[in-house]
């Protein structure tokens, strides 16, 4: 908009500099012709007048045109003509009507006017022409006129631009909810041609992706809900087999590893959208975590900083606080610690442990869904989208996540939300 304001400010300055050349020609060629007149007649009328009537000639001359004749002095000191274009030519023109020997000066002797020099007999005469006949008046005619055109025409394309600019900023908006992983509102498809072909084909890949979404959805929770049931038969038959109890053990071991790992397909599948965000304490939500874990024999290490209050999600929040702190026990040891604090305007939870680590060329393939390093964190099982599941929730709160190895050894999994979150 300002560059557009500039550009208009411009147009006009140059339109009237173009107009103020254009005319000077003119201009000067008709003062010059008016000033020529003027000293031609005034040499005139005093050849002719009588020499005892030539007073009051002057006189009449300079009440009723304002015109008046002063003698030249011999040493008489005549400065310059200011630095003026149009004043310039008009003297050239003058000089070149009247003769080489003609002086042109302005306000002579502090006198304000147009001083032409002109010759009788053996004496050298100044006639003086009024100021306002040789000046331009202020042209605030048109400076007002060019204001008016100025303000409408940035008017006219403040309208234009804010007609642009709002498709452009919808679309902005729901590319952006459609990275945080949310349903992009249908954009409203008007506007410039080009704009509404955007808008529609928008429209057309958001709805596009929906219908994706919703057949996997569907797929996976039909295929997980659908395996749950036998699992349950196949524990219950476990149980009443007369096995060793070890053995039982084992295999009941392994039916609660598949029971989790479907369930993770559920979560992933179920997605978080649904649930409304309210006021939390972000310290009290990991607070309870750590007393749930507690209760089933995992010490958690508390390190919570003052948080302000958050618009949080609080069971899509206690979901990913259980999928990153069971990847830290299940991958990086025994201790697991959590640490909250506030940094650069933004607040950052870190989830701690002390396992080996993620090589840096693979921290951005593991946030993707499926994908699994068992190798490099030593351990077998799972099904790749604990950390998935975590950074899509991180997103849906209008933060993000990332992963650091410790100098000291083992991961960090941190969590940066922004204080609006």
């Not at 002057?58 to 003698?71: H, K």
């Amino acid at each position: 908009m300002l560059l557009i304001a500039f550009l208009l400010m411009a147009g006009q300055y140059a339109a009237f500099r173009l107009f103020e050349y254009v005319e000077r020609e003119p201009r000067a060629s008709a003062a010059a012709l008016q000033a020529v007149s003027i000293a031609n007649l005034t040499r005139a009328a005093l050849l002719a007048a009588h020499e005892d009537r030539r007073l009051q000639l002057l006189t009449e001359l300079s009440q009723t045109e304002g015109v008046r004749v002063y003698p030249i002095e011999i040493f008489e000191i005549v400065e310059p003509l200011p630095d003026d274009p149009l004043l310039r030519l008009i003297a050239h023109k003058i000089i070149q009507q009247m003769g080489a020997g003609t002086v042109v000066s302005i306000n002579h002797l502090g006198l304000p006017g147009l001083w032409v020099s002109f010759s009788i007999d053996d004496e050298d005469f100044w006639v003086v022409i009024p100021k306002i006949r040789t000046e331009r008046p202020a042209p605030w005619q048109w400076v007002e006129w060019a204001a008016l055109m100025l303000v409408l025409s940035l008017a006219g394309a403040y309208f234009i631009a804010a007609r642009i600019n709002r498709p452009l900023h919808l679309l902005a908006k729901a590319a952006d909810q459609v990275a945080r992983g949310q349903t992009a509102d249908r954009l409203p498809e008007y506007g410039v041609q080009e704009l509404q072909r955007v808008s529609h084909t928008f429209n057309e890949m958001t709805e596009a992706l929906a219908r994706l979404d919703a057949e996997r959805t569907l797929l996976l929770a039909g295929v997980s809900h659908d395996l749950r049931t036998p699992l349950a038969r196949l524990r219950l038959s476990v149980e009443m087999l007369s096995a060793s109890d070890s053995l039982k053990a084992g295999m009941i071991q392994d039916i609660e590893d598949m029971d989790g790992i479907i369930r993770q397909f559920l979560d992933f599948v179920r997605g978080l959208e649904g649930e409304m965000e309210q006021k939390e304490d972000l310290n009290a939500l990991i607070e309870s975590t750590a007393d749930r874990y507690a209760r089933s024999g995992h010490t958690l290490h508390l390190n919570l900083g003052p948080l302000p209050e958050l618009m949080l999600r609080p069971l899509a929040m206690q979901r990913l606080l259980g999928n990153l702190i069971d990847n830290a026990f299940a991958y990086g040891g025994k201790k697991v610690e959590l640490m909250t604090r506030q940094q650069n305007g933004t607040i950052a939870l870190s989830v701690l442990d002390n396992g080996p680590g993620i090589p840096a060329e693979d921290m951005e393939r593991v946030l993707r869904p499926f994908e699994r390093l068992d190798s490099a964190r030593g351990q077998e099982g799972g099904s790749g989208l604990g950390l998935a599941i975590a950074d899509r929730i991180a997103r849906l709160h209008g933060g993000h996540l990332s992963l650091h190895n410790r100098d000291s050894g083992g991961l960090e999994v941190r969590i940066t939300l922004s204080r609006k979150s």
